[in-house]
């Protein structure tokens, strides 16, 4: 049971490249998070998907895509990197019971460095 | 604007004290409040929550407090141990909407 995974752990960018980044669970879970960590701010949602083939916008979407084709895996996309996108990447992901989500398990991150 | 707060961006306390880290909300709507902790170079993970129809949850060393009519909670360390040296996030979530608001975070350190 490896939890939440992601690829790639490090990745260095020029301004105006793209790249995806994959998420991974391996625990049904049905909700799936992208978060971006600047230095000495908390997490910010970027998206999120409450299920298969939904996602929706939080509160930093601006400059990033998502999709989530199956059910275990959550991809973020920067279609043209610039270096305000320069931060730590991390996915989350957390089940549902009869009163809303529950806690979510985190990956161990992807930092992104834009040039 | 803000919802969920952390005044203090650090902490800084001796080995068997007690540690109090303290968070604030705006939004009314938030009924399920959780504590992460997050060591360097990892993800978070979760430590302790708490629903809104409760004031209080215990577990082992920590214990998290909820006063409701001043939108605050507050997490207690007893006793702290350096293992405790982490960033420690508060989180509040409609569980509704599906998803969850983080504060800033708060460096809690633990010294022997």
């Known amino acids: 049971n490896a939890g939440v995974t992601q690829t790639p752990k490090f990745r260095v960018l020029k301004t105006g490249q793209s790249m995806t980044l994959l998420c991974a669970q391996d625990?049904?879970?049905?909700?799936m998070y992208w978060y971006r960590q600047d230095p000495g701010m908390g997490l910010r949602l970027i998206h999120y998907?409450?299920?298969?083939?939904?996602?929706a916008k939080g509160e930093v979407p601006d400059g990033y895509n998502v999709s989530r084709l199956k059910k275990q895996n959550f991809l973020l996309g920067l279609e043209s990197a610039a270096p305000s996108q320069t931060s730590v990447y991390f996915c989350?992901?957390?089940?549902?019971?009869?009163?809303?989500?529950?806690?979510?398990?985190f990956g161990p991150g992807t930092r992104l460095t834009v040039l | 604007d803000q919802q969920v707060k952390q005044n203090s961006p650090s902490l800084s306390v001796q080995e068997g004290r007690i540690s109090i880290l303290n968070c604030d909300y705006t939004?009314?709507?938030?009924?399920?409040f959780l504590w992460y902790k997050k060591y360097p170079a990892e993800g978070p993970t979760f430590l302790i929550s708490?629903?809104?129809?409760?004031d209080k949850n215990e577990d082992g060393r920590f214990t998290v407090f909820l006063n409701k009519s001043a939108k605050h909670l507050s997490l207690h360390i007893v006793p702290s141990q350096p293992g405790d040296s982490a960033v420690y996030f508060c989180?509040?979530?409609?569980?509704?909407?599906?998803?969850?608001?983080f504060g800033d975070g708060t460096t809690l350190t633990v010294k022997p």
């Open positions: 989350a992901s957390s089940y549902l019971t009869p009163y809303g989500t529950d806690t979510q398990y």
């Open positions: 625990m049904n879970h049905e909700y």
């Open positions: 998907s409450v299920g298969e083939g939904t996602t």
């Open positions: 939004n009314s709507m938030f009924d399920y």
């Open positions: 708490i629903s809104s129809i409760k």
């Open positions: 989180a509040a979530s409609d569980t509704n909407a599906g998803k969850s608001t």
